[in-house]
């Protein structure tokens, strides 16, 4: 049973920075795309940045420059680095999987359906 659990989340003030952990069990698929979504009440998730296992890297514009997505295949965990964070980065974070090597271009668009496993999330907030 595949099982992701976040970490790292928590309260900053702009500029500031946090690392998000994702520990990734319960699988052993040769290829897969990790990812980090975040989400704010009433809107619709939004893909942060993604990592194939062979270390290929996209990042929403929003993000790119600050966070910085990255992988421990030994120890099956995942990381994002977020630096000079802003309020509007405030969301909670999610971190998700997708195991099928057919539907990597749409992991590498952040379409959500295509990510089977997501972890339970963990709170960010950027105050100003």
């Known amino acids: 049973q595949v099982r992701l659990v976040e970490s790292g989340g928590g309260s900053v003030q702009a500029g500031g920075s946090l690392r998000l952990s994702c520990a990734a069990s319960?699988?052993?698929?040769?290829?897969?795309?990790m990812a980090w979504f975040r989400q704010t009440p009433g809107k619709e998730r939004e893909g942060v940045a993604v990592?194939?296992?062979?270390?290929?890297?996209t990042y929403a514009d929003s993000v790119k420059g600050r966070f910085t997505i990255s992988q421990d295949n030994a120890k099956n965990a995942l990381f994002l680095q977020m630096n000079s964070l802003k309020p509007e980065d405030t969301a909670m974070y999610y971190c998700?999987?997708?195991?099928?090597?057919?539907?990597?271009?749409?992991?590498?668009?952040?379409?959500?359906?295509?990510?089977?496993?997501w972890g339970q999330g963990t709170q960010v907030t950027v105050s100003s």
């Open positions: 319960g699988y052993s698929y040769s290829s897969y795309y």
């Open positions: 990592i194939g296992r062979d270390g290929s890297t």
């Open positions: 998700a999987a997708d195991f099928d090597p057919l539907t990597r271009n749409q992991a590498l668009v952040f379409n959500p359906r295509v990510f089977g496993y």
